[in-house]
């Protein structure tokens, strides 16, 4: 049945079959053809798609190694920030409290100024207290 007929004229059982058959054929033919293609079409996206997951894990990768080193960056800044305010803050501690201890020793100072002067006048006097023996320490035994 291969040949063009009109649509009146009857056919055999046997021809029906075998025309049946033949497109059952090419549709089984046409069916691979697309099947194939379409999962060729799938292989290539899901290659496209590892393709990608494995960029987008590099990138990442990148992004968290350049976000570790600038915050180690800024960490190790602060830290040199925090030194220098810490330093300055001792160095100014330091000059206080040497200003107060001055102040203290200035007060003592004033205090004896003058003692030079008034065992000079006990000693030209005749009047100095005798010198004291110095005592031993005991040692710890």
């Known amino acids: 049945m291969s040949e063009p007929s009109d649509m009146s004229t009857p056919v055999t059982r046997n ?7 033949e497109l059952d054929r090419r549709v089984d ?21 590892a393709q990608l997951v494995g960029s987008f894990e590099q990138r ?3 992004l968290i190694a350049e976000l570790v080193a600038s915050s ?3 960490t190790a800044e602060r830290i040199a920030s925090q030194g220098r305010e810490l330093h300055d803050d001792l160095a100014r501690h330091s000059r206080a409290m ?3 201890v001055r102040r ?9 100024s003058d003692l030079p002067g008034r065992v000079t006048a006990l000693e030209r006097n005749g009047s100095a207290p ?7 320490r005991r040692r710890a035994s």
């Open 15 to 21: 021809e029906l079959h075998l025309e049946l058959k």
């Open 29 to 49: 033919q046409k069916l691979e053809t697309w099947a194939g293609a379409v999962n060729a079409r799938i292989d290539s996206i899901a290659k496209r798609s």
């Open 60 to 62: 990442i990768g990148q």
């Open 72 to 74: 180690e960056q800024r």
């Open 98 to 100: 040497e200003e107060s």
């Open 104 to 112: 203290l020793f200035s007060v003592l100072d004033d205090k004896y």
């Open 130 to 136: 005798p010198a004291s023996p110095r005592k031993r």
